[in-house]
């Protein structure tokens, strides 16, 4: 039974994310999806909120989910990870992958590094976002989910924070953004 990734910056978790790994995990023949937070974006300047604070969150809100792991495989290499690099790892253990990503990424899915080798291995999984359209090539996660990290940070609605951590989340970016302005 094969396993999916879903990676991304996480900053800050939200309902959206949440949604995609539960309909992951009731369409997908996978035996456990695994969530990778980036330590930083390839395509990014940087974070918001540390790679282990997000780490963190994301354990605490999956921690008695058996079919979920949070991976600290990115977080851990202090550095911008490829995408390929975390498949390759994830490879040694099951070489059967699919990969995750939300429609908002498909405009620079080329641009990926070693993208046509990353295409060869895994199975695309994209997630709608925004009525975007997406190529018949991918499987589709039928997800309806208004929100996106950029308009939390600006504005925190504990509607759309996980609700194990909704009060720390927006705790953090409430002070962090009183300090940055």
């Given at each position: 039974?094969?396993?999916?990734?879903f990676g991304g910056s996480f900053d800050p978790p939200h309902s959206g994310h949440i949604t995609v790994i539960y309909e992951a995990l009731k369409s997908l023949p996978i035996a456990r999806l695994i969530v990778v937070p980036a330590y930083v974006n390839p395509f990014?300047?940087?974070t918001h909120a540390p790679a282990a604070l997000r780490l963190k969150w994301l354990k605490t809100i999956f921690d008695a989910e058996?079919?979920?792991e949070v991976s600290d495989f990115?977080?851990?290499q202090g550095r911008p990870v490829k995408t390929i690099e975390?498949?390759?790892y994830y490879r040694q253990i099951d070489p059967d992958i699919y990969l995750i990503?939300?429609?908002?990424?498909?405009?620079?899915?080329s641009k990926w590094h070693q993208f046509d080798e990353l295409d060869r291995l895994v199975t695309w999984v994209v997630a709608t976002r925004d009525q975007q359209k997406i190529d018949p090539h991918f499987l589709t996660l039928d997800v309806s989910?208004?929100?996106?990290s950029t308009?939390?940070?600006?504005?925190?609605k504990h509607e759309q924070l996980p609700k194990k951590v909704a009060n720390e989340i927006a705790t953090y970016y409430k002070e962090k953004y009183a300090k940055t302005h």
């Open positions: 039974m094969a396993i999916a990734l990014k300047s940087g058996k079919q979920i990115e977080t851990l975390t498949v390759q990503i939300g429609a908002d990424n498909l405009e620079m899915l989910e208004a929100v996106s308009q939390l940070r600006q504005m925190i």
